[in-house]
């Protein structure tokens, strides 16, 4: 059986994404290698062994085109409330808070966030089959 371990995504200054994602959700570096054309940052937290990896090309000076095969990385808070404050709070770009119910019970309460290379990360609250 499989274990799924981390997800990549290229960005084009890994400082100020490690700063994002350390104010947003709390990731520290796990690891870090870095190569002649390019580093690989690993970020996570205590509360998962799942990974994000940031790749910075040394090279690259334009930003990504994300194109339209990219969907979204999600992460689990405590309260989506409290998580849409605080990020709102320190001027990251949030979405409306939904509760997502097609059938009349709710599925999910999110909102989704955009990090500064454009990824969008849901941000879902805890509960149901998300925990």
Not at 14 to 42: E, N
Request: charged fraction near 25%; charge should be negative.
């Amino acid at each position: 059986m499989a274990k799924m371990v981390h997800s990549c995504i290229r960005v084009l200054d890994d400082a100020r994404s490690i700063d994002w994602y350390k104010a947003a959700f709390d990731l520290d570096v796990a690891d870090q290698l870095d190569f002649d054309g390019f580093r690989l940052t690993y970020l996570s937290n205590a509360r998962t062994g799942f990974e994000l990896e940031l790749t910075r090309n040394k090279d690259r000076t334009a930003p990504y085109d994300l194109g339209d095969g990219y969907g979204h990385l999600a992460v689990v808070v405590e309260s989506a409330d409290a998580q849409h404050a605080d990020m709102s709070a320190k001027g990251m770009e949030v979405g409306n808070l939904v509760d997502f119910a097609p059938g009349g019970d709710l599925v999910a309460r999110f909102f989704f966030a955009t990090d500064p290379d454009g990824y969008k990360i849901e941000v879902i609250q805890k509960g149901g089959r998300f925990n």
